[in-house]
């Protein structure tokens, strides 16, 4: 008897259209499932776990428009509390490294909430050239300039747009992402010195290499789970 070679595995389809985490939070999962998930504020989830590749977001009290009054102090507001959402997100992942031959780590980091260890002039210039909503650390440090490579032939770019600050990571045959920092929207006239509490990210997925045992609120979304023989597309958690 002859043995013969198994097909080599192939690549897995790439992600619903408009896959990703918006607002507070509602997911569109890697098969175009819809669903929300509010989790609890002040808590870190994992949104994606795979092999080599690690995504972290840590929830806090969404906002919305519409009036408000504190219960407290009776001040009246032009946003009220309303769910969660993303404030602060941390990517990881690890590839090999042909050059070194040795595997390579990278971490990304997006926050609105500037870090102690930064000096304010610092924080100041990244704010100027780089990301004008927020701040992102590639490897642990402030991006110092919009266009910076990530890995072994990743990169991450950064613009910013009217309203919000885009930071897309591509590493080929691998990930491409988009995250948008959002801040708070004019007519909530928020202080300067308040627009962390008020501001968001959003995120979505373009193309990841994945395989139906991920993990994370969207990895998991990988796999369809099925209900009298149809598979389950919307839910709430």
Known sequence: PTCEAAPP????????PGSGVTGDPHIVGL????????????????????MTLLLNARLDLAYTTGLYMDP???????????????????????????????????????TFAPRSSSSSQALAAHRE??????????????????????????MVHVRNLKSVSMVE???????????????PPAQWEIDEADRVQYSHINFRLKEVALS????????????????????????FD
């Open 169 to 183: 990571v591509e590493i080929p045959q691998y990930l491409h992402c988009e995250f948008s920092m959002v801040p």
């Open 212 to 235: 139906p045992l991920a993990h994370g609120v969207l990895g998991c979304t990988q796999r369809l789970r099925y209900k009298d023989g149809k598979p389950i597309m919307e839910g």
């Open 9 to 16: 595995p192939q690549p897995p389809p790439p992600p619903s």
């Open 129 to 154: 050239a780089v990301a004008s909503n927020g701040y992102v650390f590639l490897n642990g440090e402030l991006m110092a300039s919009p266009a910076e490579k990530a890995g072994a032939e990743g």
């Open 72 to 110: 407290n102090s009776a001040s009246v507001s032009k946003m009220r509390p309303e769910g969660t959402w993303m404030t602060e997100v941390g990517l990881l992942f690890v590839e090999y490294d042909e050059a070194t031959a040795a595997l390579q780590q990278t971490t990304l980091e997006l």
């Open 31 to 50: 098969q175009g499932q819809r669903f929300d998930f509010t989790g609890v504020a002040g808590r870190i989830f994992c949104l994606l776990s795979y």
